[in-house]
């Protein structure tokens, strides 16, 4: 697992001293250059998911592990207020599914917890 970087959608946080993502990390293995967020060393990641969570632009996510996913789906996320919208993406950046967790801020009522999935072809319907 590692954190992949949408280049498309990271705009190296310009006026900040450091980017969300580079003082998230609790690794410090983000730097940036040119106005985009590049990773020192990728394999020591620690799929903490923090900068995920951090960046405004959701242009960060997680590559699942093999065991889990076959084909490269990764994990990226949007903070809002009282929850966390979690999306699974495929290979190619399309989102298969979408879930909604409140976060600790949020109420913890099982009703705030909702998972919608796109229909899909394959193993997924
Ligand atoms: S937080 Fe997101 S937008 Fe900002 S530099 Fe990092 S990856 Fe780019
Ligand atoms: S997932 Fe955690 S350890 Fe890995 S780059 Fe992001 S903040 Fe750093």
């Not at 990271?10 to 690794?27: L, Q, S, V, Y």
């Not at 789906?73 to 979690?86: F, G, P, S």
Request: glycine share 4%; aromatic share 10%.
């Amino acid at each position: 697992m590692t954190v992949r970087i949408d280049y498309k959608l990271c705009n190296g946080c310009p006026k900040r001293a450091e980017g969300f993502c580079e003082e998230i990390c609790p690794g410090d293995l983000f730097y940036r250059e040119n106005e985009k967020a590049y990773l020192r060393e990728p394999a020591d990641c620690w799929d903490c998911f923090s900068c995920v969570k951090a960046c405004p632009r959701s242009a960060l996510s997680v590559e699942l592990p093999f065991q889990i996913s076959e084909t490269r789906h990764r994990l990226t996320a949007r903070v809002k207020k009282n929850h966390i919208v979690w999306r699974l993406l495929d290979r190619n950046g399309r989102t298969l599914a979408t879930y909604n967790i409140p976060n600790r801020n949020g109420p913890l009522s099982s009703d705030t917890i909702s998972f919608k999935n796109r229909k899909l072809k394959g193993s997924y319907e």
